[in-house]
């Protein structure tokens, strides 16, 4: 998806009809009027070039209007040169180096007190980590940047961050509303005749409409942008369309000329060392491939598509982002801390003689001295009192979180271990998030013989009481299977409830011996592929090409209850090579968040797992951690999470 970047310049160029405007700016270079002006027209020739994917002569360009700038000090001129640097690292995929250049930029623009300056800056950085799907760190700065365009009149910035928010929109899958940014967008760039922009909102307009299931006005807009593009010899948009088109025949099931489009994009660049638009050619080409049964170059291109993606998103990458992040915060609490330390010495001179004046005053109500000394001693016993109760706090509070950690090391110990999965199955996750440091949440798996049998369960309560309940839980289930011998579910949970309400009391209250869990359990002999399957509350769900089979869980739970008296029941499937079986508690999907604050639900987990269900199970278990985490965004966690998938 293409982005705006903002390139902001306090005069202006008239090009010519005829010529481009790398040749108008050549001839502006030559007739310079002062060394800021050429420092100026460098940094902008450097920008034009990276817009034609021209990223060698770019650099150069603007390597020497930052060395010409730094020679004169001449600070605007670094900025623009820094901008230019970081624009071209951002579209080569160096994202670390892009945000270094543009947080130097937005250095001196505060450092200059620039609002048009610092709102441009803000917008890059954002669009840096839109490119790292951080959409919540994203929109904020996308947010600082609308503030500040807010302090001046320009369409044009006004305009690519209308954009960039619908960008936002159309990544959080909300086409509908970010159509309403992209058109705002776009109104404005036709009234500028702004092609480049105008281009990039059908292109975009071409995204949302092929989600939103209208296919003609898809088409229609992502061709608008082509032609733009094609005329304007910028092939990286060029590749782009040509990969919406793409898509859209893709969602419409006409799958070899999606193939014709990825295939298009792809040649355009390997030219150009797109790596992002290189990326979604190859996922393409590999997903309609596998969709005709052209398994082989399917998986070939898969592989080239985890080849390009791990170079680019790699964990040392999004390290030092962080990093640079925290630098840049670090030095500017610094400069902050030398401005408060100045003003307290200028505050230590005036108290000095405060004090002075007070001395004075003192000796003339020497009267006071000894009610003084005294309530003065009076206030040093209440400190010490103070101090000794902190330590206490602070004490009892270490010997609390030494317990916790403790119970934390004892709960994994009880958890299904890595070899007892790996014993039986061949590629599995476990996303596992305690709400607090233990967990009612809990995963268990116990072979026996060529069956294994597997639970994925919630007891009651979480923190404490929940890791209490869940080693209890652990501890009959290991009764149930290895003492007792128990292989069918229904028998699993109807001993595991007996005991349970055998063994918790009701108290004098009446309100305890109602705990228990809601779990799903299961059963696979590995030699014949028959699965039993038994839940209390929580369902299973099996997908087998591409549609997903629920399994119902009897409703009621492993406890005590008003069902209490009834059998859980079970059902019997014979699984095939190739089915993936997902397991989960309801902490996911209750979890509270995204732009309404309302809770995720399992729809929007069945809708994400279709979605990336072929893609492996680390890059799974990735995604639904960062879609649970930009969803909670700053909101609390409301309980435990644990979804396990595997294939067979």
């Excluded at 500040?148 to 009149?153: G, I, M, T």
């Excluded at 000329?257 to 660049?269: G, H, M, R, S, V």
């Excluded at 964990?315 to 610094?334: D, F, G, H």
């Amino acid at each position: 998806m293409k982005k705006h970047i903002l390139f902001i310049l306090l005069w202006f160029i008239t090009f010519s009809s005829n010529a481009s405007p790398v040749d108008s700016l050549l001839k502006i270079l030559n007739t310079a009027s002062s060394q800021n002006s050429r420092i100026e027209t460098l940094a902008r020739i450097s920008w034009e070039y990276r817009a034609i994917g021209e990223y060698d002569k770019a650099m150069s360009f603007a390597e020497e209007a930052l060395n010409d700038a730094k020679k004169v000090n001449f600070k605007k001129g670094m900025a623009d040169a820094y901008n230019a640097f970081g624009a071209i690292y951002d579209e080569k995929g160096d994202y670390t180096k892009s945000l270094d250049y543009y947080t130097q930029t937005l250095k001196i623009h505060e450092e200059l007190k620039d609002d048009k300056g610092i709102c441009r800056d803000m917008n890059n950085i954002g669009l840096l980590y839109e490119n790292l799907n951080n959409y919540n760190t994203a929109l904020s700065y996308y947010e600082k940047a609308l503030d500040q365009a807010k302090k001046f009149d320009d369409k044009a910035i006004l305009s690519a961050i209308n954009f960039n928010i619908g960008a936002i929109y159309t990544y959080t899958e909300n086409y509908k509303k970010s159509t309403e940014y992209y058109l705002k967008s776009l109104e404005i760039d036709e009234k500028l005749k702004d092609d480049i922009a105008i281009s990039d909102c059908y292109v975009n307009l071409g995204i949302n409409y092929s989600y939103l299931s209208q296919f003609d006005k898809a088409i229609e807009y992502s061709e608008k942008g082509l032609a733009i593009k094609q005329r304007l010899n910028d092939l990286n948009g060029v590749g782009a369309a040509y990969y919406n088109i793409g898509d859209v025949y893709y969602r419409q099931g006409k799958f070899q000329q999606a193939i014709e489009n990825y295939q298009k994009t792809l040649e355009l660049c390997l030219k150009t060392g797109i790596y992002d638009n290189t990326r979604l050619a190859y996922s393409g080409l590999a997903n309609a491939n596998y969709k005709l049964g052209n398994y082989k170059a399917a998986f070939d291109y898969h592989v080239r598509f985890k080849q390009v993606t791990d170079s680019v998103f790699n964990a040392a990458n999004n390290e030092e982002l962080n990093q640079t992040k925290i630098n840049y915060e670090l030095e500017k609490k610094q400069a902050e801390q030398e401005q408060i330390n100045a003003l307290a010495e200028s505050a230590k001179k005036r108290q000095n003689i405060i004090i002075a004046a007070v001395v004075i005053v003192l000796l003339t109500v020497s009267v006071f001295s000894l009610f003084l000394y005294k309530r003065f001693k009076v206030t040093n016993r209440q400190k010490e009192i103070i101090s000794q109760q902190k330590e206490l706090v602070e004490e009892k509070q270490k010997e609390i979180s030494d317990s916790i950690n403790y119970a934390k090391r004892i709960q994994t110990s009880f958890l299904a271990n890595k070899q007892e999965f790996e014993k039986y199955l061949s590629d599995y996750f476990i996303l596992f998030k305690p709400k607090d440091v233990v967990s009612g949440d809990f995963y268990w798996a116990c072979g026996t013989g060529s069956k294994i049998v597997i639970c994925v369960a919630d007891s009651t309560g979480h923190g404490i009481p929940g890791a209490f309940m869940s080693l209890l839980n652990i501890s009959l289930l290991n009764e149930a299977v290895l003492s007792r011998h128990y292989t069918s579910t229904v028998d699993i949970l109807n001993f595991v409830r007996k005991i349970l309400m055998l063994g918790l009391k009701q108290d004098e209250t009446g309100q305890g011996g109602n705990d228990g869990m809601d779990c799903v359990l299961f059963s696979i002999d590995t030699n014949t592929l028959e699965m039993e399957f038994s839940g209390a509350y929580n369902p299973l769900w099996i997908i087998r090409d591409g549609v997903i089979m629920e399994l119902k869980a009897n409703k009621m739970p492993v406890g005590r209850s008003p069902k209490e008296s009834e059998s859980f029941t079970s059902q019997i499937i014979q699984l095939q090579k190739n089915d993936l079986i997902y397991a989960f508690t309801d902490g996911y999907a209750d979890q509270f968040g995204g732009p309404s604050g309302k809770k995720f639900k399992y729809k929007q987990l069945e809708e994400i797992l279709l979605r990336i269900h072929q893609q492996p199970f680390k890059e799974q278990e990735h995604y639904l951690n960062q879609a649970f985490e930009d969803w909670k965004a700053n909101l609390e966690q409301v309980d435990d999470v644990t979804i396990l998938g595997f294939k067979i």
